[in-house]
């Protein structure tokens, strides 16, 4: 397991960051965001559909489970998932959800501890922190398994953040 902590000072910079992941991403990833309600896993999450290509408005799943995204200018599609509001896992997989982890997108995970038995064994996670003494201050720790060794040739992408 590689873990990096990296390290934004407000909204604008952790969209960058996002921006950032996503080019990073590729088809069939699963990426879990785990951290506290203001954490920025929404504002993330829009910076990684932009660095996917896709360039239509988007929404905020807070009200729907999933918002999936069309196919963006690398040809993948974004599965945005909030699990909030889910009460276990069984109604992840009532919902149909286990279908997203496919190769014609990348998935994100809002709130992926509620779901996380139901993860692949190869789910980057990305765990947010809040500095009470820092109010526009997010830390971010990325876990990559073995399984992902590939992305360590490719998280240079992300340096500018890196503490
Ligand atoms: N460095 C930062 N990165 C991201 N958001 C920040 C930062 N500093 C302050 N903020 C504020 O924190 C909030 C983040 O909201 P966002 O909806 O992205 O969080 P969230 O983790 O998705 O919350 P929820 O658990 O409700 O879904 C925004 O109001 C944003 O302005
Ligand atoms: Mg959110």
């Keep these: 397991m590689l873990e990096k902590i990296y390290k934004t000072n407000s909204e604008e910079e952790t969209y960058s960051f996002g ?14 965001l785990q951290g506290d309600l203001g954490a920025g896993k929404t504002t993330l999450t829009h910076g990684i559909a932009r660095g996917l290509g896709i360039e239509t ?6 009200f729907t489970l999933l918002f999936e995204h069309p196919i963006g200018t690398r040809g ?11 009460e ?14 496919n190769d014609s997108g990348v998935a994100v995970i809002e709130w992926a501890d509620r779901i996380k038995n139901v993860l692949p064994e190869n789910t980057l996670w990305l765990f947010i922190e809040s500095n009470l003494s820092e109010p526009k201050q997010r830390k ?21 953040w890196e503490i």
């Design 76 to 86: 993948m599609s974004l599965y945005h998932f909030d699990a909030y509001r889910l």
């Design 88 to 101: 276990d896992e069984m109604e992840w997989y009532d919902a149909g959800f286990m279908d997203y982890f």
């Design 57 to 62: 408005p988007v929404s905020s799943p807070s």
């Design 19 to 32: 921006q950032a992941l996503g080019q990073i991403l590729s088809q069939g990833d699963v990426l879990a």
């Design 140 to 160: 971010f720790r990325l876990l990559i398994s073995e399984g992902l060794s590939e992305k360590v040739f490719v998280l240079e992408k992300l340096a500018a």
